[in-house]
């Protein structure tokens, strides 16, 4: 025995290192007090008389009045959608309409920080995700489909192409300018001219994308824009000269335009909800997993139809897992959109924090285990904690329903044909999530999952080259890649 006692190493003092606000500049953006509706190339102002307020969810401020188009407002809008059809793009050659496009991209790139701001300012998702994902997502499209413009006749092999005529086109709010992009680009470039409807709580990048169209100097009348609710969303698809209709948004909505247009010769494509599953096999490259698991539900607050709203986890890998989650959780920063370290912003309205409140509390009462990290939450504006269950069946709505923000179900499994059986059990179709260490495990799963996409080792990556869509219940039609271009084509074999 010495009477010199071990000397314990030296603890290092590791203060809380908290980030300095580094909020991004509203400067850029010049809101107007009034928009009206886009139309033969103009802003115009509503024949409905009507007008509603948009806020800033994120502190609930009034940003901006916008038009409410009503019937009238419609058939104006369609009406000079044909003529530009007609007399403007059907028959302009694909190498001109893809000058058109190419500007827009370009226009997008040069206005990013702009449209990147106004995005995080109406919709409540943080500016990192709208600096880095929906911008250049969106600029990549209209890229992708102007390169396509001029190769249509060699797209679909033996196969001779024709544009549709006037495409209606209703968006969401998850993703306001990307959802428009998607829309639009493909319509355009394949011949078609757009009537479009932005999701009513985020209209003002889609008008901000008028002014662009402006810039790009389109011929007037072959992308119009209008904004308003469901009524305005619904005489749009009813309306008789639109020829293709195309819907992202909710299952519900979705079975009801399919309603209505049955019986009419509408061209018609679906994206609609989601529950997909991400699924972790014990051999997976744990902290990557962990990583992808919060990306796949937290990003963008959880409000994109192909989240990862069902973890489920091999058993022996199911303890470390969910100690690592809890850890990474308590790392998210929620707060200020326009925060550049801001991970998760505001949910996108009132509606939608009561529907998540909801499905949360559903959870809670059937009998699963909530965790949310502790963390403050603004007074002001719409928001939600990061949140995890456990002890889910799949009974449980919060495993059967899509919550559509930044809430979690885990669920476990023992082998990988209870992993296939639980993936598919559920009305959607729309995604999926394998981790795994073996690329034959990865081919096996994914031919058995009934979902439009199957992420390996990853998870909600975008390309325009990609195609992306449904099975089920989440919808039909692809958007994205070759594919992408065929709902807004007539096809017909080479004589
Ligand atoms: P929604 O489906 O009502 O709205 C989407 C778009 O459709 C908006 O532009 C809206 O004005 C329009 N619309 C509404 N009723 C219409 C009708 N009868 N005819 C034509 N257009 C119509 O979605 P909402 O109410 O905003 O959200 C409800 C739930 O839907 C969310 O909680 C979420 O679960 C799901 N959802 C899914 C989306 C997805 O991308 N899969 C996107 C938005 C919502
Ligand atoms: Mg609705």
């Known amino acids: 025995m010495t009477d010199l006692e071990p000397v314990a190493p030296a603890q290092p003092v590791m203060p809380a290192w908290e980030y300095a606000a580094a909020p991004e500049s509203k400067d850029i953006v010049r809101l107007q007090d009034r928009y009206g509706l886009f139309i033969g190339g103009e802003f115009v102002e509503p024949k409905s008389g009507r007008w509603f307020p948009t806020i800033d969810p ?45 500007r827009i991209a370009r226009a997008l790139q040069e206005r990013a920080r702009e449209f990147a701001v106004l995005e995080s300012m109406n919709g409540g998702k943080p500016i990192k995700e709208s600096r880095d994902v929906d911008l250049p997502l969106a600029a990549a499209h209209f ?59 985020t209209p003002l990048t889609a008008l901000l994308l008028g002014e662009v169209i402006q810039q790009a100097e389109l011929p007037p009348g072959v992308v ?34 399919r309603r209505a247009v049955a019986g009419t010769s509408k061209h018609l494509t679906l994206e609609l909800g989601g529950k997909a599953a991400n699924i972790v096999f014990e051999d997976a490259p744990i902290d990557q997993a962990v990583e992808g698991v919060v990306n796949g539900i937290f990003f963008n607050q959880g409000h994109v139809c192909c989240a990862g709203s069902r973890l489920l986890v091999q058993e022996p890998a199911f303890e470390q897992l969910l100690d690592k989650l809890k850890v990474r959780l308590g790392t998210l920063r929620v707060g200020d959109p326009l925060d550049k370290n801001t991970d998760v912003g505001a949910i996108n309205s009132r509606a939608q924090l009561e529907k998540i409140g909801e499905l949360v509390a559903s959870g809670v009462e ?10 403050d939450l603004p007074e002001r504006g719409f928001w939600f904690a990061p949140t995890l269950f456990t002890g889910v069946s799949q009974s449980h709505r919060i495993a059967r329903e899509e919550i559509f923000g930044p809430v979690l179900s885990i669920l476990t499994f023992r082998t990988p044909e209870e992993a296939v059986e639980k993936a598919n059990n559920t009305p ?9 260490e073996k690329g034959s495990r990865i081919l096996w799963m ?3 999952m009934r979902a439009g996409v199957v992420w390996a080792n990853t998870f909600n990556r975008f390309d325009p080259t990609s195609p992306f869509g449904g099975y089920k219940e989440s919808g039909f039609g692809r958007e994205g890649g070759r594919h992408g271009l065929e709902p807004y084509v007539r096809l017909e074999p080479v004589s």
Request: hydrophobic residues 45%; negative net charge.
């Open 58 to 102: 994120s502190n609930e401020t009034v940003l901006a009045e916008v038009a409410e188009a009503g019937e009238e407002d419609v058939d104006v809008a369609v009406t000079a959608a044909r003529s530009a059809y007609v007399t403007a793009w059907r028959d302009l050659p694909g190498s001109e309409r893809a000058k058109y496009l190419y």
């Open 143 to 201: 890229f992708y489909y102007a390169g396509w413009a001029d190769k249509l006749e060699y797209a679909f092999p033996a196969m001779k192409p024709t544009p549709l005529g006037v495409a209606g086109q209703v968006i969401p709010w998850n993703f306001p300018l990307l959802m428009a992009a998607w829309k639009l680009a493909p319509a355009l470039a394949s011949g078609n001219t757009a009537v479009l409807k932005p999701a009513e709580t």
């Open 224 to 257: 119009n824009i209008l904004t308003g609710a469901g009524a305005t969303g619904a005489s749009l698809v009813g309306h008789p000269d639109v020829d293709k209709v195309a819907f992202t948004g909710s299952t519900e909505v979705g079975k009801q335009i």
């Open 366 to 375: 059937e009998g699963a285990v909530i965790y949310q990290p502790p963390c």
């Open 428 to 436: 959607y179709g729309l995604s999926a999530g394998i981790w795994t």
């Open 446 to 448: 994914a031919r058995r």
